[in-house]
Structures are given as C-alpha cells and as structure tokens.
C-alpha cells in the first residue's frame, strides 16, 4: 500500500472522479484494469496455491472487467480457471469490453455455477457501482457459495456490500480476502462490511497521489498519525501541575464504581491531577477504594460553582453512573465553559432538550465531546439514527456539526467526527472490548488526554484508538480494572 494514502477512505463516488480525472489526464484507463487484475490473480495465487479450479464470477461493468483480467492472468500462470457471467457479455463496455475481448476463455451463466470441492471463487460481480439490492441470480449464488463453504477473494469489494456504507443490499459474499485498489473504502472498516471482506489489501495500481489527494477528503482510519502531533509529551520539565486537572462526578453510594475507572483511566493516561467530586453521601465508600485519585464533596451546583472558581480544574468527565435527571442536566451545563466528556447517563439526561446542551457548548472552539452507543446516539440524534440512507460516517458528522461537539459514536467500528469536517474510523477494538465499565474506562483516557491540552478530536481519536490497544494488550476475558492497567500512552 502506498504509505501517502494508507489511512485515506475514499467514497465510490469519489473514486469514481479519480478515476475520471486519471483518464483525463492521459493515462490508459485499461492500464489501470489490467493491474488490478493482475494484482487479484497474484493475490488468489498466493493465498491458494493448491486451489483446484479459481472460479471468476464477473458482473456487467469494470469489476466484471477486472474478474476478465484476473481470470486471463491466471490461466496464463497455468491455473485451472472458469468463469461464469452475469449480463450478457456482448453489451460490456469500454475498458469491461477490452478485458472480456482479450480473456479467451470460454464462461458460462452465472446460474449456471455450481460449486465443487476445491474451488476458489473470484468474486468480480458489483464492486463500486452497485446502487441496489442485488438480483435473484446473484442471491442464489451467494447462497450456494457459502452452503459449500468455498474460499471468496473479492474484487475492490464483496458483491452486495454498498462501498459507501458498508451496508448489505440483499445479499453479499463473506470473503477471505478483498483486494482493493489505491485506499481502503468505508465498506472496509464499517460495520458489517469490514466483517465481509476478511483481510483487506490495498493495491497501488499507479493512479497519481495528486488525483487521489483532490478526492481523498477528511474521512479517515484512525491511526496514531492522525493525533500524534497533538499528544502530550512526557518531558522532564512537566510536572503534575502542568498535565492538567481532570474532574470525574461520581454516582450516589450504591453507583459509584463507573466513575472510579473514569478517574483511574485518566490518571494511567497521564493527567497530572484527577479528583472525584462525589455525592457527601458517597464520600466513605469511594475513600475506602482510591489512592491516587483526590476525592473532594459536591453535592449540588453552587458547591460546583464554587469549584469552577479555580480555573485549574480544566476538564471534566460526566455521566457514568451519576444518575439520569434533572441534576445531571444543570451539572452539565455549568460545565460549558470548560473542556468535557459527556458520557452515559449524562447523555441520556438531554434526550427531550438535546438543543440545551448544543446551545451551551455552541460558542468558541470545540471542548464537548459526546460518546454515545448507538442506543445512546438514537436518544440524541433520532432523525439521523433512523435515517436508513446514511452511513455511520455521515451519520457521526451531522451530529458533530448539530451539536458543535466532537462525536465518538461508539461500537466495534466507532466513527470520531468533528464539526470541521474531520472523521476517523477506528478499526483496531477486539471483540472482547465490549465490557462491562468498558465505556467509562474510555470516557476517562479522553478525559485525561483532554486536561493535558489535547484538542478534543485529537484527544478522542488517542483516547480511542489506545482503548482498543489495551483491549488487545489486556486480551480475551479481560475485566475493566485489567484493561486500566493494560493503558499505554
Ligand atoms: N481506481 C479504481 O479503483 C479502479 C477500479 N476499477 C474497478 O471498477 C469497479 C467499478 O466499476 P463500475 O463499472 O463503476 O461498477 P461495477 O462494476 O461495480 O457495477 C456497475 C454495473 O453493475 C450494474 N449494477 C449495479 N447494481 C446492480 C444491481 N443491483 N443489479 C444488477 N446490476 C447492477 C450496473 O448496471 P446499471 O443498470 O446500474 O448501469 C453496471 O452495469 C471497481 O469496483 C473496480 O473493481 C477499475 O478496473 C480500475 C480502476
Ligand atoms: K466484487
């Protein structure tokens, strides 16, 4: 993959206008076919030697074109290949015509393909271009192809994943492996579609950085170069005082762990001071479990106002397990002058006046961040959570812009978004992430990162992908006290 653009996602449509300009500024738009072709047929080679027959489903358009390349190649390098069509081939065009007119092979309907043992299928039906469900025929394919369990590489996408949202339209192929060209595509690292496409290659098949770049936009996966510039450093000079202040409210006594980890995540993080601001009913039980962290008594909004007095307390968590109300609102908004985190039940809190909460926080730079599950999302933003046409990307962004609140719309595939128009797409959380206090461990790395003068998407972006990393460092079974303890700046 080309290191310029390896955390890039481009659209379809976007890559359908660099490959448009690539054309227009001369370059053999089938010489770009022909690599991706070339580079599936390797790629099927390599991943299956010992493969029986490859089997090449080709659609009607360019993917359909690069399966006529793919299946040329390999039978050139002396594979055992056929081929099975869906659309007759004669109404090919273009550079699909070229590939078809130079592939000598003899194909099939795709109805036609019934699986055998040791088969490999190319799956090159719909790639970009697919805009609807996918028909019967393809359907029933699918079907036979998983019921025998064959081995799928799939060209730039599996067919029936729609590239822009990661959704499936009917039905979609589960592949082994995708190889795609230039950079990755939202269906990649969405899910369900990252799920679909097995291990992801991206292949360079020559088209100029500059043409990528012109298209390539805000939206991307989420890596450490994307914040690193931003992280705070660990000079000798620092001291507690200069890595910020963070503040977690503690629940009443019978809830108070969810907030311990948020205060505990922010001190592994690196904020030079945490303090929990607890209930006075709640102040025995969370003494008798911190060390580290300060524990200091607020129960209503002028012992808060007090506390804001010291603008030393810079950044603030709120929401886990404190309890949905009334209380949490007015708490809430007299931290809007301030850096926050409004997690959980702080989020649920404004679920009949969200716009409170925008208008609050809607002057100056961004200093809310929102970290909703998508239940959480839905009680928000419930026009965009319902509105079937976008992506969790598009979705994530309208928020960030709605709420002038850096959004972290969490999941196995958590979207970061902006009001700037900037957006990650995190792609490294295990599976065993999603546990309990998982979200209030997250809520407090931000936290941290946020009082040590992050910015606040960079500090989302850290908080998010260091989460993950401890997840995978922490392993199977972990709980949330080992996953704090796993936390690697
Ligand atoms: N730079 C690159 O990334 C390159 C990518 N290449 C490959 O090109 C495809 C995209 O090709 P495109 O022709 O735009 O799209 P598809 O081949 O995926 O599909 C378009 C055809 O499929 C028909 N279609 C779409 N949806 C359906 C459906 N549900 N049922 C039936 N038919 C469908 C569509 O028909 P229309 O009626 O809508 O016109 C088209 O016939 C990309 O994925 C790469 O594999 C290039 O090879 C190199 C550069
Ligand atoms: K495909």
């Known amino acids: 993959m080309n290191k310029d653009c390896e955390n890039w996602l481009l659209t379809p449509a976007a890559m359908g ?30 991943l299956f030697p010992g ?25 050139e390098a002396g ?9 007759d081939p004669s109404r090919l065009k273009g550079d699909a015509a070229t590939a078809f007119a130079h592939c000598l092979l003899d194909g099939d309907d795709l109805d036609a393909y019934q699986p055998w043992a040791g088969d490999v299928v190319v799956d090159a039906i719909f790639g970009a271009g697919l805009d609807r ?7 029933h394919v699918i079907e036979r192809v998983n019921v025998a369990s064959i081995p799928v590489i799939a060209v730039d996408l599996p067919s029936g994943l729609d590239g822009r949202t990661g959704r499936v339209l009917g039905a979609a192929f589960t592949a082994v492996h995708t190889v795609t060209f230039m950079t990755r595509k939202p269906a990649h690292v969405l899910l369900p579609g990252r799920r679909l496409c097995g291990s992801v290659e991206v292949y ?19 890596s450490p170069s994307e914040w690193q510039y931003e992280f705070p450093s660990e000079g000798l000079e620092s001291h507690k005082f200069s890595r910020g202040h963070l503040t977690v409210f503690s629940g009443p006594a019978a809830a108070t762990g969810a907030a311990r980890l948020s205060a505990a995540a922010g001190l592994r993080i690196g904020a030079g001071l945490v303090t929990l601001a607890s209930p006075t009913a709640a102040l025995e039980t969370n003494a008798a479990q911190l060390t580290a962290v300060m524990l200091k008594a607020i129960d209503n909004p002028s012992d808060l106002a007090v506390y804001l007095d010291d603008p030393r307390h810079n950044a603030f968590v709120i929401g886990p397990g404190f309890g949905i109300g009334e209380r ?3 708490f809430a908004l007299a931290l809007k002058d301030r850096l926050v985190v409004l997690d959980a039940d702080a989020i649920t809190s404004f679920r009949d006046e969200p716009n409170a909460l925008f208008n609050a926080f809607s002057g100056g730079d961004f200093r809310l961040v929102l970290t909703p599950h998508e239940g959480e999302f839905a009680r928000l933003f419930p026009d965009l959570a319902t509105d079937e046409r976008q992506s969790k990307i598009e979705r994530a962004l309208a928020a960030a812009v709605r709420a002038h609140a850096v959004i972290v719309y969490k999941g196995a595939d958590t979207v970061i978004a902006a009001p700037d128009g900037r957006v990650l797409v995190n792609d490294n959380a295990p599976a065993w992430l999603a546990t309990a206090g998982s979200g209030d461990v997250l809520a407090g790395m931000i936290g941290g990162l946020l009082a040590q003068g992050m910015p606040a998407f960079e500090a989302a972006a850290a908080g998010v992908f260091l989460h993950g990393k401890a997840g995978t460092a922490a392993g199977r079974g972990l709980t949330s006290e080992h996953l704090i303890t796993s936390i690697e700046r």
């Open 328 to 330: 949490t609102r007015a």
């Open 51 to 75: 493969a029986r027959r490859f089997v090449v489903l080709s659609g009607p358009g360019n993917n359909g074109g690069d399966g006529y390349v793919t299946a040329r190649a390999l039978s």
């Open 79 to 87: 594979a055992a290949v056929s081929i099975f069509r869906l659309g």
């Open 204 to 222: 360079d098949i020559g088209v100029p950085m500059r043409i990528v770049a012109g298209e390539a936009g805000c939206v991307r996966v989420n």
């Open 133 to 139: 469900p996918v028909p019967d025929t393809v359907r």
């Open 17 to 46: 206008r660099v490959d448009d300009a690539a054309a227009r500024s001369g370059m053999n738009s089938y010489g770009l076919m022909e690599k991706a072709g070339q580079a599936v047929s390797a790629a099927a080679l390599r």
